[in-house]
């Protein structure tokens, strides 16, 4: 981690207005700040701002002469303060919501001096903070990309992170349990059936000890109060503000171009749901565009199929540019 650099912002006020001392964590690839463009990568509920490089968890998509190429661009992805990964933790996470991190990254960027972005992405509720950053800021961006996300956490959703939190706090191994309970939420039957198709090794079947496996992995890696605080988060998207703004007229004042990208076969923001997000969109923005990832993987689609991504996305990056997207 010697890439990680890190800012401190004090007095935060929450949107429940409560006080926080922030200590917000970023990385930087490709060109120095003020020479290139600049993309702004949000991470997962358990990834972090390591996006390429040697444990990078997009590599494929980011670094020398791939999609998001860092010979022109600049590549700047925040960690969510809280998730662990820079050795700070929030305790009273209950407070925030997934805004107050949006809010926290645009403190951010104002920090850096950055006035403008060439693109913000992510997946998973890192697409639901690129919904957030662009109701909260929508002359920010050239590009707004959201991936197997939503503007709001469904019914569904906030079914599976009460599930989640019951699991978090009950458990005797509450970061394996959660984890063997959401690998079923991230990845979708069929998917199970052609991996596994009921295979054994010796006494139990194979999904189990897949199962089994991904809940150990991430206990070793990932702390409890991460883990609490990221799906307190997920259950805390909405940029309509609990419906005291028009979804409608948000997405009306954002300038830049939005690019809703679904996975057909996502049981966590599901394809229904994003395309009625685009059809309410399109009627009152022009520059609307939905991409659909076509996969049997589910949700972690996003993290696998990555020839389609660059393919649905290389209109956006795979071109030359001449601007400079900074101070």
């Known amino acids: 981690m010697d890439n990680l650099f890190k800012l401190n912002i004090k007095n935060y006020i929450s949107e429940n207005e409560k006080n926080f001392d922030i200590e917000l964590s970023y990385?930087?690839?490709?060109?120095?700040?003020?020479?290139?463009?600049?993309?702004?990568?949000n991470h997962a509920l358990t990834g972090n701002s390591s996006v390429t490089g040697k444990n990078g968890w997009?590599?494929?998509?980011?670094?020398?002469?791939?999609?998001?190429?860092?010979?022109?661009?600049?590549?700047?992805?925040?960690?969510?303060?809280g998730n662990g990964y820079d050795g700070f933790f929030i305790k009273n996470y209950?407070?925030?919501?997934?805004?107050?991190?949006?809010?926290?990254?645009?403190?951010?960027?104002?920090k850096l001096k950055i006035k403008k972005l060439f693109a913000i992405i992510g997946g998973s509720i890192g697409g639901g903070l690129v919904w957030e950053i662009a109701a909260l800021s929508p002359e920010l961006s050239e590009n707004y990309i959201?991936?197997?996300?939503?503007?709001?956490?469904s019914d569904w959703l906030l079914a599976n992170t009460r599930l989640q939190k019951q699991i978090l706090n009950n458990s005797s191994q509450p970061v394996h349990d959660a984890r063997m309970h959401a690998m079923l939420c991230y990845r979708s039957p069929l998917s199970?059936?052609?991996k596994f198709d009921r295979s054994k090794d010796s006494h139990i079947f194979n999904v189990e000890s897949w199962l089994l496996h991904h809940g150990k992995k991430l206990q070793e890696r990932f702390q409890l109060k991460s883990y609490k605080l990221m799906?307190?988060?997920?259950?805390?998207?909405?940029?309509?503000?609990?419906?005291?703004?028009?979804?409608?007229k948000i997405i009306s004042k954002v300038k830049g171009n939005i690019y809703i990208v679904s996975?057909?076969?996502?049981?966590?923001?599901?394809?229904?749901?994003n395309r009625e997000t685009f059809y309410k969109a399109c009627v009152i923005k022009d520059n609307m565009f939905f991409k659909t990832i076509k996969s049997d993987h589910g949700h972690d689609a996003f993290l696998i199929e990555f020839d389609q991504l660059r393919e649905l996305l290389s209109e956006i990056f795979i071109r030359k540019h001449t601007s400079i997207s900074s101070n």
């Open 192 to 194: 199970f059936q052609k």
């Open 27 to 41: 990385e930087l690839f490709g060109q120095p700040l003020g020479q290139a463009p600049i993309v702004l990568v």
């Open 231 to 248: 799906n307190h988060l997920l259950s805390k998207i909405d940029i309509t503000r609990g419906g005291k703004m028009k979804f409608e």
């Open 146 to 153: 959201p991936i197997a996300s939503d503007w709001k956490s």
């Open 94 to 110: 209950e407070d925030l919501i997934l805004r107050d991190i949006a809010n926290i990254f645009l403190i951010g960027l104002e």
């Open 263 to 273: 996975v057909d076969s996502d049981l966590f923001f599901t394809d229904y749901h």
């Open 58 to 81: 997009w590599n494929s998509l980011i670094g020398q002469n791939k999609l998001i190429d860092t010979n022109d661009f600049t590549v700047l992805a925040f960690n969510f303060p």
